[in-house]
RNA sequence: GGUCAGUUGGCCGAGUGGCUAGGCUCUGGUCUGCAAAACCAGCUACGGCGGUUCGAAUCCGCCACUGACCUCCA
């Protein structure tokens, strides 16, 4: 099945349609996250939007290397070059190894990934297991003359760089406007040119984490890994490299320049950026201290939370809106997505109640179309979801015999669901399943039936203390016409 | 200050120059011993002012406001 995808590129600023560099595969690069702490909602968006467009370029038939790092050294806690490493931080805080903080918090991000349905991408690189790489690449920008040394450390060359080629390109920047507007930083005398960011970077004494290097004991610059792992893995030139809208200026623009110093290419073609979720219309950023930690939706423990959210509700909650637009959270928003994602859930376990009606005339065959041309517009989530309540619209009505469907109709509707709700998207039905299930289902079921002999007898005081007992141990009962359904909550 | 986004009904969020996205809330109803759940129905918004057009939320201009980036951040 052909299907043109189109995605906005940041550095044109344009939605163009994606053609890949080799017909039929995909190359992918995800700037994934700095493991110093646990992963809060604003992690789990671009996760989310790069699974969908994962999901997607899998499903509309194309081989997918998708390369997401974790960032382990490198990133510096303060004031540019002269703070110390943010993971190092951490560890001399905690009196750990650096290692230790890394592959703590490596874990919990994978598990709650896994939370959320994200996929593990092809290939998740770290940053302190490339330090030859990075050396390598930086030997190269040395050779191309658009880096210099200075006191050990390595600095990249930027005016230099920009009688050649067009640093600012994408995130819009003028350098002379860089010059004006850059804070003046310790260290700042090493540098020739207030713009120029440091490829490699001498420890302090005090620095745990460091490398042998040509120049120095040191550490890789700190947009360096992505530019070195990105090339190892993808190549020279790749098609897709994704990231959230911060990351913008300086990390990207300067992985352009490094790129293009290093193997004298434009490295990548389709720039993707997502949006950021904000909060009281603000963002929600570890330096604001205003974020909250998937941990803490997932157990309501937090004071700005009502209650907890499951990890498919905040899936659902950021698929609601589309990747480029800021994402306002709000436990208003968050419930009603929760209810939202139930209502679809309940629909799709209905479809199997339809009665077939085969000289039904539904025409139900448009509401894949539909779906098709809103991912193919730059992953339109939102319609989407929008097709589908439309769908779940008609299976109750086809149970409220207000609507008509066939075999075929049915089939479609089921197809549906499962390739755009579950494939694409992600979804699952979250079911609180235990081993012991099947014995509690007995148990519940015994005293429901009990219960409806009590009825019968219009015994309700009864009747009511069972349906209240059991709701307070989070069974919730519900009574039908010839019987009863009941769920876990 | 520079660069870039955005401003849609009570809330969240799509959107094509003309055919009222969708969800949640709310109200009414179906069902029920009651309730809950589920389902059905109703609720016609597009920051302000101009302009283009037969027609604009959608195109253009100006203004106002909000946010992001310019320092680590997804």
């Not at 918090?105 to 939370?115: A, G, I, L, P, Q």
């Not at 850059?182 to 090493?190: A, I, P, S, Y």
């Not at 509690?440 to 009990?450: G, Y």
């Not at 309700?460 to 009863?484: C, H, N, P």
Request: net charge negative; glycine share 6%; proline share 4%.
């Amino acid at each position: 099945m052909q299907q043109n995808l189109v995605l906005y590129n940041t550095i044109t600023r344009k939605k163009e349609e994606f053609k890949p560099i080799h017909e039929g595969y995909a190359g992918m690069y995800v700037c994934g996250p700095t493991v110093y702490g646990d992963p809060h909602l604003g992690h789990a968006r671009p996760s989310i939007t790069f699974d969908i467009l994962f999901r997607y370029l899998q499903h509309i038939g194309l081989k997918v290397r998708y390369v997401r790092n974790i960032t382990d050294v490198g990133h510096l806690e303060n004031d540019a070059d002269s703070g110390e490493d943010k993971i190092a931080k951490k560890a001399r805080l905690e009196q750990i190894e650096p290692m230790e903080v890394v592959q703590y918090y490596t874990d919990r991000y994978h598990s709650y990934m896994k939370d959320l349905n994200v996929l593990p991408p092809s290939i998740e690189p770290r940053a302190s297991g490339h330090i030859i790489e990075q050396i390598e690449m930086i030997k190269k920008i040395l050779e191309n003359g658009f880096a210099y040394e200075s006191n050990g450390s390595i600095y990249f060359d930027v005016p230099k760089y920009s009688k050649s080629y067009d640093y600012g390109k994408l995130s819009g920047r003028v350098l002379d406007d860089l010059l004006s507007n850059t804070r003046v930083l310790d260290g700042q005398q090493e540098k020739h040119h207030p713009a120029d960011f440091a490829l490699w970077k001498k420890a302090e004494p005090q620095h745990i984490m460091r490398w042998p290097s040509p120049w120095s004991d040191g550490f890789p610059g700190w947009h360096l890994e992505c530019s070195a792992m990105s090339t190892k893995y993808l190549g020279e030139e790749f098609d897709i490299h994704g990231g959230g809208m911060d990351l913008l200026f300086p990390h990207h623009e300067c992985e352009i320049a490094q790129s293009q110093a290093a193997n004298k290419k434009e490295a990548v073609h389709y720039w993707v950026h997502n949006n950021l979720i904000t909060i009281n219309g603000q963002k929600m950023g570890k330096s604001l201290g205003n974020f909250i930690t998937l941990e803490e939706f997932f157990t309501g423990n937090h004071e700005l939370l009502d209650k907890s959210y499951s990890p498919m509700t905040i899936r659902f909650f950021i698929l609601q809106a589309q990747y480029r637009g800021t994402l306002d959270f709000s436990n208003e928003a968050l419930q009603s997505s929760e209810k939202g994602l139930q209502r679809l859930m309940t629909a799709y376990s209905a479809i199997s109640k339809i009665k077939p009606d085969n000289t039904a005339e539904t025409n139900t065959s448009g509401l894949a179309e539909k779906c098709y041309k809103a991912m193919n517009d730059d992953l339109n989530t939102p319609m989407v979801i929008s097709v589908l309540f439309e769908t779940a619209k008609l299976i109750n009505e086809a149970n409220n015999g207000k609507q008509r469907l066939s075999e075929t109709n049915i089939a479609e509707i089921t197809k549906l669901f499962e390739t755009f709700a579950f494939e694409i998207m992600g979804l699952k039905n979250e079911e609180k399943q235990n081993d012991d299930k099947g014995k509690t289902d007995e148990l519940i079921d015994m005293i429901l039936n009990v219960r409806m002999d009590v009825k019968a007898n219009k015994d309700y005081a009864t009747a009511d203390k069972i349906r209240d007992e059991l709701q307070k141990m989070g069974v919730v009962v519900k009574d039908k016409k010839d019987g009863f359904e009941w769920e876990i909550q």
